[in-house]
Each structure stands twice: as structure tokens, then as C-alpha cells.
């Protein structure tokens, strides 16, 4: 899409859609007669058909250089004759000619594929049953049947993104998409109305038998944020066709840095990005002093390269992508990544650094760090995954994880804080998280730092209203170092104020220095096995933990299955991942 679409002060509106339909397949039968029978060779001939579907859809509306139906075709052995054959069916080719096939007895499945993401159109097989003898030709027909939808673009901006997501953007007015939908079945259709989207269908509905239907779908203009909902199409031959509908409605799209730079702080804001956003060598903080970010910015499951920043000394006290999420901000769906290093010179400048913000009053929700974090000063010094210190009235951190490294010091005679979430210092919850990087918090001052605290989560600064719960530590060490003061760590949290619930580490971490001070068992959480960490069922809960308090964690199977509301799947590295990954 153009930069300039998305440069203007007016609002403007981000879009997705998500087509849907149930996996349909009719099959037919080969007559059963042997191999032997049948002789050593058989060819067959299948016709894919060329029904209304596919002259006034893929060949017109839309054209074959926007998509490109492709077909694959199962011959599948009954009872141990013959051999499993797969017949790829190349771009919008309507017919397999004279294709060899083992004798055999056969089943025939035919799914349909738009871009290479399946598109599960029903077939139907006539005639039916159908006999093949070699060496004659055996002809099949793969009619399509029942209810077909059909993309029509009616915007310049078309891109395609992930399987069935179609991505509109544009200013006012609010951008829509059209389907033509058409009723190969014998009975008339009356899809749903959905709940946040305008429908409009032309002719009205319903759609008759062999007849057809405009569907225009526009979102609503308020609220702002994201919405989803389905709008059932009907029944095909006993199996439904809906289609998944998903917008977000923001004020603004930020393509870049300096439009993220600039964004307004004000409540009510909703922004999302809409690509990668990469740093620059020099960065100043969103949410500076009073004017904390109070609206919301929605990563969209876009990703934040901090490259390798480094920049010492710094003239600010907080210092992130954010300086300060104020109460009632809200950043989700995000995923960061490179490294950041920060340095404070001065004995009166304290220094407080995440990879996402330096201070956190509101709602951080589904983000992914994977930043290595270093932070250094004279004076104190505090560093987190995701948030260098979170505290105030709703304060939350949920659903996110972060698996880069976090490394505090300070010069001075004073504290350095290390958490692989966040330090807490004030009313905060975090919850559902998880770490899998190294935490070291080191005094270097002369002849000692005040104190040193290493948290494989959070460190509980504060001791009312302070939370840590169902979350796992999983990295490979926690270390407070202090030249010849004290210092304190947890596998969990470097200190025991507040209240814990359903905390875990792996077996494996290390504890530098070995002996920990943890009366209440908080600190360091119970402990799992390498094979309890690489267990879906564990991270379910269902195995082998305590039935009281059970964690909130919901880890789904796929991908496809996870979505914003319930954020987690199962990843190939036996970790929970959020969605948009």
C-alpha cells in the first residue's frame, strides 16, 4: 500500500477478514473388481468441472492474477487394493487426462486450494460408482455443488496476508469487502446478520437455488478496537459454511518510527501497526514526565526491532520503547526483538529500563520479548524483559513472555534490580507469564552496593496488593552479585513481599549465590522437570500439579486455534506461543 494512505491526521480504519469454510469432501467408489482383473495399467481421466463458481469468480470477478485455485485429487485404496495416489492439479486447470493409475479399488477425494491455502469446496462424483479396467480410459466427473463463495475486490489495496485474512486500509470512508455468494444447493439461503459489521445483500435475500447474491461488509464506526463475529452462510449438504469476520477500528496506522514517535497519548486513542517498526540509533521514549501514553496501541501481532541499540549515558530516568504506559494505557499484541543497552551517569540519576517500557501504570497484554536488556548506572538501577518497574492502581502484565536476558548494575552505593518481567513497586498484578533467559543484578560500588536483587520473574518491591502468579521461570540461571554486600534472589521474585500463587521454575536453573533466604517458599516457586516444561498436558494443567488454585493457562494445539482473547498455542519448541507468532 501507498506510505501516504496512512500519513493523514484523520482517522482511519484497519480491516480484517477471515473466510472459513468446513472441509467438504463427497466420495465415489471404484467397481471392485481385483487387480488381477483390472490388468497391469488403468488411466483416468477427471473433470474438475467449469460451473458458474468458476467462470463468474476466479476467472472474472477476481481474476487469476489476484488468486489462483489449484486442486488436489486422493485416490485412496479400499480394503488393501490398489496404491495411494495424489494428483496435483496445476493452476486453474479444469481437467487430470489420461493420468496412470495402479489397479486397484479406490476412493476419490478433491479439495480445492486458493493460493495455496485450502479453500474446501465440495465435489460430487458422476457417474456414480465408476469403473476403471486398464488398459482402457476411465472417465471422472468432480462436479462442484451446494454453496460457493467468491471473492470480488472493489479496492486498489488488496494485499493477501496469512491464510483467508484479506487486509484493508484506507481513510474515510470505512473500507468494505464484497462476496458474491452463490446457492448451488436446491434450497433457498438466508445467511445471519453479524454483530459490528454492516450487511448489505443485493438482491435481498434469500438467495434462491442456482441464483446468486452481493454481500457487502463494511464495520461499524464505533467502538474503537477489535471486534469479531461469524456470519453463517447455511447448510451444505450437512456441513456449514460461515464466514469468520475479525476488524479492528483505530484512529490511526502507524507505518514507521516517526509516525509511532508522534502518535497521540490522549485516552481514546486506538492505534495499530501496521508493518515492523525499526528503531532508530537514537530513540526518545513515548510518554515522557506528565505525559504518559494513556490510549492503546494495538501491535497487530507486528514486531519492534531494537536492532542493536546502545546509547550511554542517557539523559532520562526511564528510558523503553515506552517511558511510561500511564493508568489506563494498554499495550498488546506485540512482539519485540535485538538488544538494548542504556547507561546513567550521575549519583543523583536513577535509571529504569524495558525492552517495551521503563514504567508501566496500565495494561500490558500478549507481548513477546525477545530482547536482551542491559542497564547500568551509579546510582539505583532497575531492569526487566518487558518493563523496567510496573506499580499503581491496575496494573497489570498478563498473557506475555519475555526470552532474552536482563542484566542490571550499578556503580554506586546503591540498588540494581533484574527481573525477567518486570521489578514491582507498586499495586501491580503479573500473571500467565513466562522467561527463559539468564537475570543477573550486580553492585559494583565502593566497597559495596547497597543491595542486589535477581528475580527469575519479578522482584515484589512493594508489599501490598502485589501479585505474581501462574507463571514459570525456565532460564538458566538467577544471580545477584554484590561486591561484599548483600543481594537477594529467587528463582520467582528477588523478594518476599505480597502474595504468590502457582508459581514454577525448572530444576536446572542455576542460583547464584547458592544460598537463598525463601521462608514462604515464594521466592523460588515449586519446581518442574525439563520434561514437565516441554509437556503441553503440565502447561494445561492436568497432570502432575496441585489441584488447588488452578493455574488460568489455556494452550491450544495449533495456531489456528488461538486467537487474541485466548492467546496461547503450542509451539515447535515445546513452549506456549502467543498468536500472532
Known amino acids: 500500500m501507498a506510505k501516504k494512505a496512512f500519513s493523514l491526521a484523520t482517522s482511519c480504519f484497519f480491516l480484517v477478514f477471515s473466510l472459513v469454510l468446513s472441509s467438504l469432501f463427497l466420495t465415489g467408489c471404484f467397481s471392485p473388481y481385483s487387480g488381477e482383473e483390472m490388468g497391469e495399467t488403468a488411466t483416468i481421466t477427471i473433470n474438475l468441472g467449469g460451473g458458474p463458481a468458476r467462470s463468474a469468480g476466479w476467472n472474472g470477478e477476481v481474476g487469476t492474477s489476484d488468486l489462483v485455485l489449484t486442486h488436489v485429487i486422493t485416490l485412496n485404496p479400499v480394503s488393501g ?10 493452476p486453474n486447470q479444469t481437467q487430470v487426462l489420461n493420468h496412470p493409475v495402479p489397479p486397484g479399488i479406490y476412493d476419490i477425494e478433491v479439495e480445492a486450494f486458493v493460493n495455496g491455502w485450502d479453500y474446501a469446496v465440495g465435489n460430487s462424483v458422476d457417474p456414480f ?30 494485499p493477501l496476508s496469512h491464510p483467508f485474512d484479506i487486509v484493508l486500509a484506507t481513510q474515510s470512508p470505512l473500507p468494505s469487502l464484497e462476496l458474491t455468494v452463490y446457492n448451488f444447493r436446491n434450497v433457498p439461503v438466508s445467511p445471519t446478520t453479524a454483530t459490528g459489521f454492516s450487511i448489505q445483500w443485493d438482491p435481498a435475500l434469500p438467495i434462491q437455488s442456482g441464483g446468486s447474491a452481493v454481500l457487502t461488509i463494511t464495520p461499524t464506526t464505533n467502538p474503537l478496537g477489535r471486534r469479531n463475529t461469524t456470519l453463517d452462510i447455511g447448510e451444505m449438504g450437512g456441513f456449514s459454511a460461515s464466514i469468520s469476520l475479525s476488524a479492528i477500528v483505530a484512529t490511526s496506522i502507524i507505518m514507521d518510527d516517526q509516525e509511532l514517535a508522534v502518535m497521540p497519548r490522549d485516552t481514546g486513542q486506538y492505534h495499530v501497526l501496521g508493518g515492523t517498526i525499526n528503531i532508530p540509533a537514537t530513540w526518545t521514549p513515548i510518554g515522557l514526565a506528565t505525559d504518559h501514553f494513556l ?8 514486531t519492534i526491532n531494537w536492532g542493536n541499540y546502545s546509547q550511554s549515558p542517557v539523559s532520562l530516568d526511564i528510558f523503553g520503547l515506552f517511558a511510561t504506559i500511564g493508568v489506563g494505557g494498554t499495550v498488546k499484541n506485540l512482539k519485540l526483538i535485538g538488544t538494548l543497552t542504556v547507561g546513567r551517569t550521575g549519583a543523583a540519576n536513577n535509571l529504569f529500563t524495558g525492552a517495551l517500557a521503563g514504567n508501566n501504570r496500565g495494561t500490558i ?13 551509579d546510582a539505583n538501577v532497575s531492569a526487566g524483559g518487558i518493563v523496567g518497574s510496573s506499580g ?29 518481567i518486570t521489578n514491582i513497586t507498586g499495586i501491580c498484578t503479573v500473571e500467565s507469564t513466562w522467561t527463559s533467559g539468564t537475570v543477573t543484578a550486580t553492585g559494583l560500588g565502593s566497597p559495596s552496593s547497597n543491595n542486589v536483587y535477581a528475580g527469575g520473574i519479578s522482584n515484589h518491591v512493594f508489599n501490598t496488593n502485589v501479585q505474581t502468579r501462574y507463571s514459570m521461570a525456565l532460564g538458566s540461571g538467577v544471580y545477584a552479585i554484590n561486591s561484599g554486600g548483600p543481594s537477594t534472589r529467587g528463582r520467582i521474585s528477588g523478594m518476599d513481599q505480597g502474595s504468590f500463587l502457582n508459581n514454577f521454575a525448572i530444576d536446572t536453573m542455576s542460583i547464584t549465590p547458592p544460598v537463598i533466604n525463601d521462608n514462604h517458599g515464594n521466592m523460588n516457586g515449586m519446581t518442574i522437570t525439563e520434561s514437565d516444561a516441554n509437556d503441553l498436558e503440565w502447561w494445561r494443567m492436568t497432570t502432575g500439579v496441585p489441584t488447588a488454585g488452578m493455574p488460568a493457562w489455556t494452550v491450544h494445539d495449533s495456531k489456528a486455534d488461538a486467537n487474541e482473547t485466548s492467546p496461547w498455542y503450542w509451539g515447535a519448541d515445546n513452549r506456549p506461543r502467543l498468536w500472532f507468532e
Do not use: Q
Open 365 to 377: 497484554r500478549n507481548v513477546a520479548s525477545l530482547v536482551d536488556v542491559t542497564a547500568t548506572g
Open 81 to 90: 487394493n490398489g496404491t495411494l495416489t495424489t494428483i496435483n492439479v496445476g
Open 129 to 158: 460408482p465408476v469403473t476403471v479396467a486398464g488398459p482402457n480410459e476411465t472417465s471422472v466427473n468432480m462436479e462442484r455443488m451446494d454453496t460457493a463463495i467468491v471473492l470480488s475486490r472493489n479496492k486498489s489495496d488488496f
Open 392 to 420: 499503581g492502581t491496575g496494573t497489570t502484565i498478563e498473557d506475555s513472555y519475555s526470552s532474552g536476558s536482563v542484566n542490571a548494575t550499578t556503580y554506586g552505593a546503591f540498588i540494581a534490580y533484574a527481573a525477567g
Open 295 to 302: 490510549g492503546t496501541l494495538d501491535g497487530n501481532g507486528h
